[in-house]
């Protein structure tokens, strides 16, 4: 693999996981995040050549303005658009316009930015992963925003993946169960997921890694994923297959 890989939300978590993975493989890293110093940080640790820049994902201008300057160091070849916020798990009775408008900003109209952004770096064609869920896939209570933003996420990597194929760039998602992340950790702590219960309608019976995330995205970015797009991969330890009554494990 070669030329830039663009990351958003790449300081932490799924991103910063999927950082590590791809600059193993030979990418130069563009890590953009709403936290520029430690996007910077990040980047230093990757090693020479990489670039940590501020990002925020709503703003279209800024987004604009951060595309060309990471496309002015060379080809970008792959985009993971990982950048997001979490819900608030409210019940959708004390939930507010602007608490779902926020959602669908971030976690949708900034994937859609950035991944206009990064086709037109693209010139020589290239691949993109999109961040679903399995909110988008399933209906979990009293996360609407969210869910509908994971939604829109497989619905706008499909229709991409259908516009851009004859521009020679893939557009694919993956939609990750629940994974072991500072997000989900806070959840847990905060009483507002139990562990347990998680493990126990998963098949595998765990949680998933960030690097394993990381791994699913790299394929879909990679040559042997040469003839996938328009595709959404769940990573979920057997959620989304899971059908029946009681636990799964």
Not at 41 to 65: F, I, N, W
Not at 158 to 177: F, H, M, T, Y
Request: glycine share 14%; aromatic share 4%.
């Amino acid at each position: 693999m070669s030329g830039t890989a663009i990351i958003t939300g790449g300081a932490e978590g799924i991103g910063w996981a999927c950082a590590r993975t791809l600059a193993a493989a030979g990418y130069r890293l563009a890590l953009l995040d709403l936290d520029g110093a430690k996007a910077a940080a990040r980047a230093e640790v990757l090693g020479p050549g990489h670039l940590g820049l501020a990002c925020d994902v709503t703003d279209e201008a800024g987004v604009t303005a951060t595309l060309a300057r990471v496309a002015a160091l060379g080809p970008v070849t792959a985009l993971v658009n990982n950048a997001g916020i979490g819900d608030a798990n409210l019940p959708t009775l004390d939930q507010s316009g602007a608490h779902f408008r926020k959602l669908v900003e971030v976690n949708l109209t900034g994937a859609f930015l950035v991944a206009r952004e990064a086709a037109r770096a693209m010139t020589g064609g290239g691949a993109m992963v999109n961040m679903a869920s399995i909110a988008a896939l399933t209906g979990l209570a009293r996360r609407n925003g969210y869910g509908a933003a994971k939604a829109g996420i497989v619905a706008l990597t499909r229709s991409l993946a259908c516009e851009w194929a004859g521009q020679g760039i893939r557009v694919n998602a993956v939609a990750p169960g629940y994974v072991r992340t500072e997000l989900v950790a806070k959840l847990i702590a905060d009483g507002l997921l139990d562990p347990g219960t998680i493990e126990r309608r998963c098949p595998m019976g765990r949680l998933i890694e960030p690097a394993e995330i990381a791994s699913a995205v790299a394929f879909l970015l990679s040559p042997a994923a040469s003839a996938i797009t328009g595709a959404t991969l769940s990573v979920d330890a057997g959620w989304m297959a899971f059908g029946a009554a009681g636990e799964a494990s």
